[in-house]
């Protein structure tokens, strides 16, 4: 079964700087889908990148960029000029092309420090 | 506006009761999803289902149970079985195939025991 792994419980960052959160999973299958979910204090699960296993090129969607290592099977979250807002709990998450369900890594929680 | 609702809120269960939660969407997606957080925890899967009357379990499926009469509902149901109930509970849904993989959220459910 596949597994994702969150090596940092906690992380903290200066607002405006920049901070890195690690993610590593395991699969033996070749095309699948990875995630980053924010879940902010209401719980409510947000979407904040996804990246297709197929596609060499790094997803970015604004302040949020991955890095992708696919041969190492990291997937690591960077938020660029960080802001209040951005504290949250961060998931990463693996879903197969071929799955029907999606695995969740323990998390990480990220402090924005003002 | 297209979403999913979860309710209640917040639900409380006596020893030896079976309580439902619901879930409804209608984003007219055909896959529905279960997951269970305990705090500090990532997402465990509980029951998936991608068509009507057709479920799957997920890894921690004793003492849950679930139907999927309609395509815009998929209610839960925390037997007496379940010793440990007490969790954030949360339902998610999905297009099937390839490029519709992300999961959309519902807000949750705490279910807590007296």
């Known amino acids: 079964a596949q597994t994702v792994t969150q090596s940092q419980p906690e992380m903290s960052v200066q607002e405006a700087e920049t901070v890195t959160l690690s993610c590593t999973y395991d699969?033996?299958?070749?095309?699948?889908?990875l995630f980053w979910y924010k879940q902010p204090p209401s719980r409510q699960m947000i979407l904040v990148i996804r990246q297709e296993a197929y596609k060499q090129q790094n997803a970015t969607e604004n302040r949020f960029s991955v890095n992708f290592q696919k041969a190492a099977k990291s997937f690591s979250l960077k938020i660029s000029d960080s802001q209040l807002g951005d504290a949250a709990m961060y998931f990463c998450?693996?879903?197969?092309?071929?799955?029907?369900?999606?695995?969740f890594g323990a998390g990480t929680r990220l402090t924005v420090k003002p | 506006d297209g979403g999913i609702t979860q309710s209640p809120k917040y639900l409380f269960r006596k020893e030896g009761q079976n309580v439902t939660l619901s879930c409804e969407q209608n984003?007219?997606?055909?896959?529905m999803y279960w997951y269970r957080q305990d705090p500090g925890q990532g997402l465990r899967l509980i029951y998936y289902s991608q068509i009507v009357n057709d479920f799957q379990k997920g890894d921690i499926a004793e003492g849950y149970s679930v139907s999927r009469e309609k395509k815009e509902s998929f209610p839960l149901t925390v037997t007496s079985a379940q010793k440990n109930p007490t969790a954030f509970y949360l339902c998610?849904?999905?297009?099937?195939?390839?490029?519709?993989?992300?999961?959309?959220f519902g807000s949750g459910t705490q279910l807590s025991v007296l």
């Open positions: 998610a849904s999905s297009r099937q195939g390839r490029d519709n993989e992300k999961l959309f």
């Open positions: 998450a693996y879903r197969g092309y071929n799955n029907n369900d999606m695995r």
């Open positions: 984003l007219n997606h055909d896959a």
């Open positions: 699969t033996s299958e070749s095309d699948y889908y």
